[in-house]
């Protein structure tokens, strides 16, 4: 099992990251992977309540023992377990669970996220290039990419480069937006049933009543019915421009 531990061993890191979180005395933060607590502790300074995550029995062992009633360690994989209510997620997470992690975050309503993320993997989720990826986040994330962060400020070293990036969630203000996010979060349903869930779902959010009937009477002859999440970057821009000129 791969647990990808590389601990941030530079405090000025560590400072910076708990700067760019802006945490009020009164905010509830969530951390992935807190390891043996180098981030935690720092947050335990700022936040009402810190929720820290760790999968490996030992560092969780070694969490429990930081002193302090506003921890509240939770010992198990953050891919599989229900997140606690939060405000903000600080995290120097595992990479290996960057991506699986940023899908599952669209899900979640919170203010902020600040993580260290990998250099390439952030240049996939901005779009240098447009892929799947980039497309969902962008859908959903405001992102702003922040310090570069060199291997040497962990240990052991990765093989990249890091950058603190923060994320926020997009507020829709577009109803045929809104439709396309409520369609991507049915990532287990058919193209077709997700589509109808969606409209009737962003149809609600912008008081726009829409029965079930007419919602699947504007897909009736959509030929794409695959799963949502087997969608491909072709697809989904063809999905787009189909809500796009829906209405
Ligand atoms: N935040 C700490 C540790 C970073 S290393 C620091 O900066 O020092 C990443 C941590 O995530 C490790 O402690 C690892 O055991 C833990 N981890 C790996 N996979 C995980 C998962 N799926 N869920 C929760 N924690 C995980």
């Known amino acids: 099992m791969k647990l990808d531990q590389h601990f941030v061993t530079n405090r000025k890191v560590l400072l910076r990251i708990v700067e760019l979180a802006k945490i009020k005395k009164n905010e509830v933060v969530l951390e992935i992977g807190a390891g043996k607590g180098n981030l935690t502790k720092l947050l335990l300074n700022k936040a009402k309540v810190v929720y820290a995550i760790e999968k490996d029995e030992k560092l969780f062992s070694e969490l429990k023992k930081i002193n302090n009633k506003k921890l509240k360690p939770i010992f198990g994989n953050a891919l599989k377990i229900n997140f606690p209510n939060f405000d903000k997620i600080v995290s120097n997470m595992p990479y290996s669970i960057s991506e699986p992690l940023i899908q599952r975050l669209i899900y979640e309503d919170f203010k902020l996220a600040v993580l260290l993320l990998p250099k390439n993997f952030v240049k996939i989720i901005i779009g240098e290039k447009t892929t799947k990826l980039s497309l969902i986040s962008n859908l959903f994330f405001e992102i702003k990419v922040c310090d570069d962060i060199s291997p040497v400020c962990f240990y052991p070293k990765p093989r990249v480069w890091s950058n603190i990036v ?43 009543n829409i029965t079930k009937r007419e919602a699947r009477g504007f897909f009736e002859n959509f030929e794409i019915n695959k799963k949502v999440a087997s969608l491909n970057l072709k697809e989904l821009k063809e999905i787009k421009n189909f809500v796009n000129n829906l209405f």
Do not use: P
Request: charged residues 40%.
């Open 166 to 208: 923060l994320l926020k969630l997009k507020k829709c203000k577009n109803f045929k937006n809104a439709i396309f996010q409520e369609f991507i979060k049915q990532k287990d349903k058919k193209t077709k049933n997700a589509l109808r869930e969606a409209i009737i779902k962003a149809g609600k959010k912008f008081s726009r």
